[in-house]
T-cell receptor, first 109, second 115 residues
Framework: GQNIDQPTEMTATEGAIVQINCTYQTSGFNGLFWYQQHAGEAPTFLSYNVLDGLEEKGRFSSFLSRSKGYSYLLLKELQMKDSASYLCAVRSNAGKSTFGDGTTLTVKP | EAGVAQSPRYKIIEKRQSVAFWCNPISGHATLYWYQQILGQGPKLLIQFQNNGVVDDSQLPKDRFSAERLKGVDSTLKIQPAKLEDSAVYLC?????????????FGPGTRLTVL
């Protein structure tokens, strides 16, 4: 089975940097995804990691350490519109994705 | 490119009634997923189809939930009879395949309220 842990809530200031952590335990790892979900909307894809290291995409970066079962999502130059829930999801070798319960990020002026 | 379509967007029913949700995936996507998302939680996979075959339905409460994907395109999810704890958003997603890099794209969801 798969177990995913991420903080429930975080608060940050507009223009700052925030790091959202995700730890996981899985039997058969085949990738880790980060999704953004605004209240009342569907999740949208942000990033994908399958190898160790940092993937950068504009203001958002995602890091993976497979040996530690650890990932983080880094958001730079925070904007008010970044207030949302951020979901970490792990895909197994069988192609099944398990989601964490999400981290609700509040960006304050 | 059109996204994943779902209907209805909202549904309110009384417990013990039946309800059905419909999903049309992105054209050409072989893999289709139904998730249940309870308020404050992440999406929980109910069933995963590859074309019209079931890949995983280990978390589908089969005594009351059923799903089908005839012809490997559209899919329906049914609940019969509904319970109060079924109140949630039901998300449909699709991806090209089941490979590690195949991103899931989500539809807008159906918000179900069971009274």
């Amino acid at each position: 089975g798969q177990n995913i842990d991420q903080p429930t809530e975080m608060t940050a200031t507009e223009g700052a940097i925030v790091q959202i952590n995700c730890t996981y335990q899985t039997s058969g790892f085949n990738g880790l995804f980060w999704y953004q979900q605004h209240a009342g909307e569907a999740p949208t894809f942000l990033s994908y990691n399958v190898l160790d290291g940092l993937e950068e995409k504009g203001r958002f970066s995602s890091f993976l350490s497979r040996s530690k079962g650890y990932s983080y999502l880094l958001l730079k130059e925070l904007q008010m519109k970044d207030s949302a829930s951020y979901l970490c999801a792990v895909r197994s070798n069988a192609g099944k994705s398990t989601f964490g319960d999400g981290t609700t990020l509040t960006v304050k002026p | 490119e059109a996204g994943v379509a779902q209907s209805p967007r909202y549904k309110i029913i009384e417990k013990r009634q039946s309800v059905a949700f419909w999903c049309n995936p992105i054209s050409g996507h072989a893999t289709l997923y139904w998730y249940q998302q309870i308020l404050g939680q992440g999406p929980k996979l109910l069933i995963q189809f590859q074309n019209n075959g079931v890949v995983d339905d280990s978390q589908l409460p089969k005594d009351r939930f059923s799903a089908e994907r005839l012809k490997g395109v559209d899919s329906t999810l049914k609940i019969q009879p509904a319970k109060l704890e079924d109140s949630a958003v039901y998300l449909c997603a699709s991806s090209k395949g089941q490979g590690g890099t195949d991103t899931q794209y989500f539809g807008p969801g159906t918000r179900l309220t069971v009274l």
